[in-house]
């Protein structure tokens, strides 16, 4: 039976297959222990993701067009000039509709609005700081966004997820022994919370979606700052926390 367990277990962390981690929502009839795994990490990042969008209004339609394009050159020669990450850049396709603001209470057309967002990672603060610093941030090309990520995110996710199936175990191992009882086999195992089935629900479980836990870090000693008519943008480079929770359902049996 521990053998069988044991391989059971093993086959179940390597494949690491949707179907098996989904099947934690059901509790079954027999005793049994209902248990959570966690692995947490904390990095410091190392990609600076920067978003942009370019926008421009006009009765011309195609003057719009031209000026969105004629920037969009510019912020892809200001991305190349500072070595954003290779594969990182991406140009949405042009976006073109009505322009219409409302003066006394109705709507009145101003033109052809023509839009594009860029898309671009760097490798470091100071990377993105010169992009910004030649940028020229105006009411036609706006930082819509700038994220801190991490490079090695899927496989620290792996990781975790290992580990935490892992702890899963140890909790069984010393909760069965603590009230004399012994782990018969796993159960079921997902990364889903599963839905209780008890009388009393004890304590909070994660949602599923709480996969990152940005942290409160003190004051950051980098920043950046990106200024233009009315806009105040800045990105931390403070940790990411990373968070994977399993949770395990095994059998038990009185140990007699």
Same mark, same amino acid.
Not at 26 to 54: A, E, Y
Not at 65 to 89: I, M, P, T
Not at 122 to 147: C, H, I, P
Not at 231 to 250: C, K, M, W
């Given at each position: ?162 580990? %935490?199936? %892992?702890?899963?175990?140890?909790? %069984? ?22 839905? $209780? %089935? ?51 359902? $095994? ?6």
């Amino acid at each position: 039976m521990k053998l069988l367990s044991a391989l059971l277990w093993s086959s179940l962390l390597a494949a690491m297959a949707p179907s098996a981690w989904a099947q934690a929502n059901t509790i079954p009839s027999q005793p049994h222990l209902l248990v959570k795994g966690q692995g947490t990490r904390t990095v410091m990042p190392d990609r600076f993701g920067l978003q942009l969008n370019i926008e421009e209004t006009d009765m011309d339609a195609d003057a719009a067009r031209r000026r969105v394009q004629d920037n969009v050159a510019r912020v892809l020669a200001l991305f190349k000039q500072n070595k954003a990450v290779e594969g990182s850049v991406r140009a949405d396709n042009l976006r073109i509709g009505p322009a219409t603001r409302y003066e006394q209470s109705r709507q009145v057309f101003i033109g052809t609005r023509v839009s594009r967002q860029l898309r671009a990672s760097f490798a470091s603060v100071k990377a993105m700081q010169d992009v910004l610093g030649a940028l020229k941030a105006n009411e036609n090309v706006q930082v819509s966004s700038m994220a801190p990520t991490y490079s090695g995110e899927v496989a620290l996710r792996r990781e975790l997820k290992g580990e %935490a199936a %892992a702890s899963t175990r140890e909790s %069984a191992q010393g909760l069965a022994k603590a009230y004399g009882t012994q782990v018969r086999g796993l159960y079921s195992i997902s990364d889903v919370a599963p839905s $209780f %089935a008890y009388g009393v629900q004890a304590g909070n479980w994660p949602r599923a979606d709480d996969m990152i836990t940005p942290p409160a870090p003190p004051a950051p000693q980098n920043s950046i700052e990106a200024t233009g008519s009315r806009l105040r943008e800045s990105v931390e480079a403070g940790p990411i926390t990373y968070t994977e929770n399993v949770y395990a359902i $095994f059998l038990i049996s009185d140990g007699t």
